[in-house]
């Protein structure tokens, strides 16, 4: 086999999975990073990347930050990062404590990530984009996560609490009877659930632009009260929860920085101010 030059694990069939216990049961997890997808606009900035997680932010690629704010944590045991790995990627990947490749979707790339866990243990998947997660965010997800005890825990984060700190990130909204939501970058499961997620989200995305068919997976009481802005959490977890076949909880998070993520090429230019920000008033680095 050729030599690689990526710090690649060779571990016995059985061996990940009890890893993964031990992990869990000494209070650390399992945390994987998505790294793939796409060459996209945000790519393009950056001469050689494969897709926006190698575009570098302020000096630093993206997901060289999510690592290193993973890194930071003493919740987390291992970094394993899902990514293409060519010579481009390399350096940026190097703090992972293994690399696997990533697949042309998302779902396949979880799948990868996901690929000989132990079934059972919870294990926590980050988005790559996140360029000012902090260690005090992924601690309160991990406590909120751990508290629901759901096979399937979601950060998000309410309006106002995101616009105290972040008035100026952009962001879709939620809006439900008990406030105003939007999605973050961290997701905490057990990997038994993934077989119903996959199929899940491929109904999802056939069904993205068909009212019908979405009132078909939802149920058209869902969508209505949704739509009339009756739906609460509890609701929006019940129907989750009845569409997986196990439970799923919304972590509404203390620290907007897990919801802070890089989708557009302006984004870029806001990251770099929020981090020049927290540089000059010495309030951030990624361990706080």
């Known amino acids: 086999m050729p030599f690689s030059p990526f710090r690649s694990i060779r571990i016995r069939r059985g061996a990940e999975s009890a890893a993964t ?3 869990t049961l000494n209070g650390r997890f399992t945390a994987i990073v998505l790294a793939g997808g796409p060459r996209d606009a945000v790519a393009e900035l950056e001469p050689g990347a494969p897709n926006k997680a190698f575009v570098r932010v302020a000096g630093v690629t993206l997901v060289e930050r999510t690592i290193t704010a993973l890194r930071s944590s003493p919740r987390v045991d291992r970094i394993v990062v899902v990514a293409p790995r060519t010579p481009a990627t390399r350096e940026a990947l190097a703090a992972a404590d293994e690399v696997r490749d990533d697949g042309p979707t998302m779902s396949e790339s979880l799948r990868a990530g996901l690929r000989d866990f132990d079934p059972s243990a919870l294990v926590l998947v980050f988005a790559s984009d996140l360029p000012i997660l902090t260690r005090a965010a992924i601690d309160d997800f991990i406590a909120r996560a751990e508290a629901g005890g759901a096979d399937l825990t979601y950060a998000c984060v309410e309006r106002t609490a995101h ?17 105003t939501y939007c999605g973050g970058g961290g997701v905490a499961l057990r990997p038994r659930v993934f077989p119903a997620l996959e199929g899940l989200l491929g109904r999802l995305g056939r069904a ?18 949704y739509a009339l802005g009756s739906l609460t959490v509890a609701g929006a977890e019940q129907r989750g929860s009845e569409l997986l076949g196990a439970p799923v909880r919304a972590a509404v998070c203390a620290f907007p920085e897990i919801a802070v993520n890089v989708d557009r090429v302006s984004d870029v230019a806001l990251a770099e101010r929020l981090l020049a920000t927290y540089a000059k008033t010495q309030r951030f680095t990624a361990g706080t």
């Open 21 to 23: 216990r031990r992990s």
């Open 163 to 179: 616009l105290a700190r972040f008035p100026d990130v952009p962001h879709t909204w939620a809006r439900l009877s008990d406030g």
């Open 208 to 225: 993205r632009k068909n009212p019908l068919r979405l009132a078909a997976i939802f149920g058209p009481g869902v969508l209505a009260r």
